[in-house]
T-cell receptor, first 113, second 110 residues
Framework: ETGVTQTPRHLVMGMTNKKSLKCEQH?????MYWYKQSAKKPLELMFV???????ENNSVPSRFSPECPNSSHLFLHLHTLQPEDSALYLC????????????FGQGTRLTVV | GIQVEQSPPDLILQEGANSTLRCNFS?????LQWFHQNPWGQLINLFY???GTKQNGRLSATTVATERYSLLYISSSQTTDSGVYFC????????????FGEGTQLTVNP
């Protein structure tokens, strides 16, 4: 069992669909993150949650909606996406937001058609 | 925000060779990590090394925080070392933002 688990691993969705990505961490960490990795680009931070409160939103369009119901679970709700949103979405967690090591899940490879 | 530059962007080696990957950053950091991204996309933690030197098997890393760079050494490379190596930092003024470099694409040929 990995420390950070993401589901699904692959997702194909139409532009009018609504879907959700799920992330679960088994490390007892207090901070969780969503990152986006597009082809040929560095990883980009999308959202940061600390103790279930959103503490950072990196100018992400509203068609991406995060949810953190508890410190172990993080969701990314998707609706009305565009083809350019196709990317690898990575979840991460860390004990605190600044000074400790971050661990990543396997990622969800999203294709918007 | 803090800038992270990695070099070289691409590196091709024969199995058994040694290599050094470099990460330069533009500001003081609270956190520095090295990752290996495998072909399936997962980021594997290699080192958490905001300063000093660490070794793990054939890999070692050194961060000289005062000079704003970190080095990742790979010795006796194997084909399974292929993939992208990322350096990521949290700058002292970056809040909780882990900023990634563009990575080094390493290919190890048999």
């Amino acid at each position: 069992e990995t420390g950070v688990t993401q589901t699904p691993r692959h997702l194909v969705m139409g532009m009018t669909n609504k879907k959700s990505l799920k992330c679960e961490q088994h490390l007892g960490h207090n901070a969780m993150y969503w990152y986006k990795q597009s082809a040929k680009k560095p990883l980009e931070l999308m959202f940061v949650y600390s103790l279930e409160e959103r503490v950072e939103n990196n100018s992400v369009p509203s068609r991406f909606s995060p949810e953190c119901p508890n410190s172990s679970h993080l969701f990314l709700h998707l609706h009305t996406l565009q083809p350019e949103d196709s990317a690898l979405y990575l979840c991460a967690s860390s004990q605190d937001r600044v000074f400790t090591e971050a661990f990543f899940g396997q990622g969800t490879r999203l294709t918007v058609v | 925000g803090i800038q992270v530059e990695q070099s070289p962007p691409d590196l091709i080696l024969q199995e058994g060779a040694n290599s050094t990957l470099r990460c330069n950053f533009s500001d003081s950091v609270n956190n520095l990590q090295w990752f290996h991204q495998n072909p399936w996309g997962q980021l594997i933690n290699l080192f958490y090394i905001p300063s000093g030197t660490k070794q793990n098997g054939r890999l070692s890393a050194t961060t000289v925080a005062t000079e704003r760079y970190s080095l990742l050494y790979i010795s006796s490379s194997q084909t399974t070392d292929s993939g992208v190596y990322f350096c990521a930092v949290v700058g002292e003024t970056s809040g909780s933002r882990l900023t990634f470099g563009e990575g080094t694409q390493l290919t190890v040929n048999p």
